[in-house]
């Protein structure tokens, strides 16, 4: 299903709200590596948010979302101090781990195997 454009909008306001978030409370950096959102999906109800984390050089991606799950109800309190204006409710908020960046270096070392062993023929 296509997001509707009030979607996209509250969408937009939570990741910049959650990015300015996660620094201030440094979140950030965790576990030897950089955390970030990399995108935010919202129900069409604006009940449910789903956030996207990106995670660079972190040891143990799991131990990193369990602490983003314990800290949800601190995290939702900041966002709703921040936004109350702009929406009726806080939407809830769930974590998940964006892996997209683990594939691209996948695909690349993938690649760079292929191409190697082109030149070797």
Do not use: C, W
């Amino acid at each position: 299903m296509l997001e509707s454009k009030r979607q996209k909008q509250v969408a937009e306001l939570i990741n910049a709200e959650l990015n300015d978030i996660i620094l201030r409370m440094g979140m950030n950096m965790l576990d030897g590596g950089m955390v970030s959102i990399s995108s935010v999906k919202i129900t069409r109800d604006l009940f449910e948010t789903r956030v996207y984390l990106s995670m660079f050089k972190v040891k143990n991606p799991q131990a990193v979302l369990t602490r983003f799950e314990e800290k949800n109800k601190e995290i939702r309190k900041e966002l709703g101090k921040r936004v109350r204006h702009q929406l009726r409710s806080i939407p809830e908020l769930k974590f998940f781990i964006d892996d997209t960046l683990d594939y691209v270096f996948k695909m690349e070392e993938l690649l760079d195997k292929i191409k190697k062993e082109e030149e070797n023929k």
